[in-house]
């Protein structure tokens, strides 16, 4: 079988960790990486990192993404199994049952994007025709199914770079926090490298290779305030954002080694990003992270409490435990991410 790509995106890592690797940067999660997290776990104190995950209510976020719908299951004879009483089909028993279900947008909520959630158009085999491609080279009709092919969406799966290799992983290690809520409050601003080095610098953060990176903005405190009835206009225009066009800024995380970025916002980034130039991505720090060097992005995280904490005791870093839902063919999960300090 022929390679399955003979040239590489610029700044990308193909192949640095295996020409069939699925995983990115995730390989620089290793045992010692994991023991320096465990090491910042100091009192005992754990937070969890996650909205409830029928927010931010609507679907003004993202008018693709809707909110959780949660139902019973059914016994026979169509009764909803919520309440029921075992005993109206055995006398002798005395049990109570309750059983659900739900039909959930993977990335409604707070969520893991996976490796296949964002690919590109790019001439991988070389012969001169841009196709669909993936992290490493992954191709889109061999590789990661789709579109569907009928109205039940069957077929329209990732058979490789879905979650569940993150899952497998058992994402956990070091967190570090960069706060940006504190230089900036909910004000809207665009942070490219020479903003995020001076917040680094005024705090005294560092961020080392295999390190998850979050990003405290506020975002998620105005999405809670809103309670499920958002307003498009206060979502667009609220708290920081990174910025994806700053190419110092995709440099930055090309060289510090990190395995994830992570906002409490809705893309990490900017959406809609700055004008590119000629040909260019939507979301250029999806581009880089997702595309070119496996980096999971995490978004909509609950960050508030955890931020005040460490912002309170002088600390920016912390035990990292989230690994997204074990669910194969996945582009994106939820998580309930915990951090202990």
Same mark, same amino acid.
């Given at each position: &079988?022929?390679?399955?790509?003979?040239?590489? %995106?610029?700044?990308?890592?193909?192949?640095?960790?295996?020409?069939?690797?699925?995983?990115?940067?995730?390989?620089?999660?290793?045992?010692?990486?994991?023991?320096?997290?465990?090491?910042?776990?100091?009192?005992?104190?754990?937070?969890?990192?996650? @909205?409830?995950?029928?927010?931010?209510?609507?679907?003004?976020?993202?008018?693709?993404?809707?909110?959780?719908?949660?139902?019973?299951?059914?016994?026979?004879?169509?009764?909803?199994?919520?309440?029921?009483?075992?005993?109206?089909?055995?006398?002798?028993?005395?049990?109570?049952?309750?059983?659900?279900?739900? =039909?959930?947008?993977?990335?409604?909520?707070?969520?893991?994007?996976?490796?296949?959630?964002? +690919?590109?158009?790019?001439?991988?085999?070389?012969?001169?025709?841009?196709?669909?491609?993936?992290?490493?080279?992954?191709?889109?009709?061999?590789?990661?199914?789709?579109? %569907?092919?009928?109205?039940?969406?069957? *077929?329209?799966?990732?058979?490789?770079?879905?979650?569940?290799?993150?899952?497998?992983?058992?994402?956990?290690?070091?967190?570090?926090?960069?706060?940006?809520?504190?230089?900036?409050?909910?004000?809207?601003?665009? =942070?490219?490298?020479?903003?995020? &080095?001076?917040?680094?610098?005024?705090? +005294? =953060?560092?961020?080392?290779?295999?390190?998850?990176?979050?990003?405290?903005? *506020?975002?998620?405190? =105005?999405?809670?305030?809103?309670?499920?009835?958002?307003?498009?206009?206060?979502?667009?225009?609220?708290?920081?954002?990174?910025?994806?066009?700053?190419?110092?800024?995709?440099?930055?995380?090309?060289?510090?080694?990190?395995?994830?970025?992570?906002?409490?916002?809705?893309?990490?980034?900017?959406?809609?990003?700055?004008?590119?130039?000629?040909?260019?991505?939507? @979301?250029?720090?999806?581009?880089?992270?997702?595309?070119?060097? +496996?980096?999971?992005? *995490?978004?909509?995280?609950?960050?508030?409490?955890?931020?005040?904490?460490?912002?309170?005791?002088?600390?920016?870093?912390?035990?990292?435990?989230?690994?997204?839902?074990?669910?194969?063919?996945?582009? +994106?999960?939820?998580?309930?991410?915990?951090?202990?300090?």
């Amino acid at each position: &079988m022929a390679k399955r790509w003979v040239k590489r %995106p610029e700044g990308s890592n193909w192949g640095d960790f295996g020409e069939d690797d699925q995983l990115g940067r995730i390989n620089l999660l290793t045992p010692e990486v994991v023991l320096k997290g465990i090491a910042e776990a100091k009192t005992g104190h754990r937070f969890c990192l996650s @909205l409830p995950l029928d927010y931010p209510g609507g679907n003004k976020l993202n008018p693709r993404r809707h909110p959780p719908q949660k139902f019973s299951t059914q016994r026979e004879g169509g009764i909803p199994n919520f309440n029921f009483p075992l005993s109206r089909e055995d006398e002798r028993l005395t049990d109570v049952i309750c059983d659900d279900a739900v =039909v959930l947008h993977t990335q409604y909520s707070t969520q893991w994007d996976s490796l296949a959630h964002v +690919g590109e158009e790019f001439d991988a085999d070389g012969d001169g025709v841009a196709e669909i491609v993936y992290y490493n080279g992954w191709r889109a009709h061999e590789d990661v199914v789709g579109p %569907p092919s009928s109205e039940t969406h069957e *077929g329209s799966e990732a058979r490789k770079l879905g979650i569940e290799n993150m899952a497998q992983a058992a994402i956990q290690g070091r967190g570090v926090m960069i706060d940006l809520e504190k230089h900036h409050g909910h004000n809207r601003q665009l =942070v490219g490298y020479d903003e995020l &080095m001076e917040v680094l610098d005024k705090d +005294g =953060v560092q961020v080392e290779p295999g390190d998850m990176v979050c990003f405290y903005t *506020g975002f998620a405190d =105005v999405v809670l305030s809103m309670n499920k009835a958002p307003s498009h206009e206060k979502l667009e225009n609220s708290c920081s954002v990174l910025n994806g066009r700053d190419p110092r800024l995709l440099n930055w995380i090309t060289d510090n080694g990190v395995v994830a970025m992570i906002a409490d916002n809705y893309a990490v980034e900017s959406y809609p990003a700055e004008e590119g130039e000629g040909c260019c991505a939507a @979301l250029p720090l999806h581009e880089h992270c997702l595309f070119k060097l +496996g980096i999971h992005l *995490g978004e909509l995280w609950y960050l508030t409490e955890l931020a005040q904490w460490l912002r309170a005791n002088n600390r920016s870093r912390f035990l990292l435990t989230a690994p997204p839902l074990r669910l194969p063919g996945a582009v +994106g999960s939820p998580t309930t991410p915990v951090a202990t300090v």
